[in-house]
């Protein structure tokens, strides 16, 4: 059974060394005895800033170690950085309600520093559901594949030159490379084209209004330095390294495309997770993702 964790730490510096100095060690020497397939995390607001955490396929020794290793770790741990008066109660509210798993739905705001552990099972459960219409055997692959990109995403987490946004540029840039060799133009351009629908309120809208004009109007959404910034990034990108191999063994295993409205929704959380991993916001994808819809627009074949 998988375990469900939420850790309560207000700051994003905070929760990125909790990341680096206790979860992944922590998750590397569960690999090792072969305790745990997978790890997946994401952040997320609802009863104060948190990091939410699945631990997948424990069993229950593990699990009782997962969480004395984790509270020893926040009991020497300076206590979180107060946050403005009304703040933790405004980010909770700027969840509009929505609950990613039971932890979100307890009584009250969280206190900082706290847990919350519980079981976590079913492939209803967010985030197993996106993957709901593959094949059990196609889903274990999946989970397998996002498991090895958290722990990817989790070492990008240390300071680097290149940034977590150079980071979550490379994500992208290397699965839209992927996507050359395994999806049609068209099939790429409106992956894109509907990610970037759930970032822009509206956007579909006027794409489908009138397609020519907006799309005529989309490299104006991306300014020129943007433009050279993930330029640069797409022309670097090397098929050999770690991140592209895992986009490829992700688009692998979710499949050929089939028009299944469920695989856009899939990929997008996954993308859309991955980026949230590395602490960069949804105001910085959306560029991103605007840049990858014009891209393969520009090479589509007429």
Not at 86 to 101: F, I, P, S, V, Y
Not at 206 to 234: G, V, Y
């Amino acid at each position: 059974m998988d375990l469900g964790l939420n850790l309560y730490r207000w700051q994003r510096a905070q929760q990125n060394r909790d990341l680096i100095e206790c979860i992944a060690p922590l998750a590397d020497a569960l690999r090792q005895t072969n305790q745990l397939d997978h790890l997946w995390f994401t952040r997320f607001g609802a009863r104060g800033p948190h990091v939410f955490l699945v631990f997948g396929c424990l069993d229950d020794a593990a699990r009782s170690d997962v969480e004395a290793r984790i509270h020893a770790y926040i009991a020497e741990q300076p206590p979180s950085t107060p946050l403005a008066d009304g703040e933790q109660q405004e980010r909770h509210d700027e969840c509009r309600g929505k609950a990613l798993w039971i932890g979100d739905r307890q009584p009250g705001l969280a206190e900082p520093d706290t847990t919350f552990f519980a079981p976590f099972d079913g492939d209803r459960r967010y985030p197993y559901r996106y993957a709901a219409h593959l094949s059990e055997a196609q889903q274990r692959s999946v989970w397998r594949v996002v498991g090895r990109l958290t722990q990817h995403q989790l070492a990008r987490l240390q300071p680097t030159e290149q940034g977590q946004t150079g980071a979550a540029l490379a994500w992208l840039t290397s699965f839209d490379q992927a996507l050359q060799t395994r999806w049609s133009s068209d099939q790429i351009t409106a992956l894109w084209r509907r990610h970037a629908g759930t970032l822009v309120l509206g956007l579909n809208d006027r794409w489908q209004a009138d397609p020519e004009t907006f799309e005529a109007d989309l490299s104006q959404r991306i300014s020129p330095n943007n433009r050279a910034a993930m330029d640069r990034a797409w022309a670097a990108v090397d098929p050999t390294s770690a991140t592209s191999r895992i986009a490829a063994d992700l688009l692998d295993a979710v499949g050929a495309p089939d028009g299944n409205p469920h695989t856009d929704r899939l990929l997008r959380e996954i993308h859309h997770v991955a980026l949230l991993q590395l602490g960069v916001w949804v105001s910085v994808h959306i560029p991103l993702v605007l840049y990858l819809w014009h891209r393969n627009l520009a090479t589509e074949a007429p």
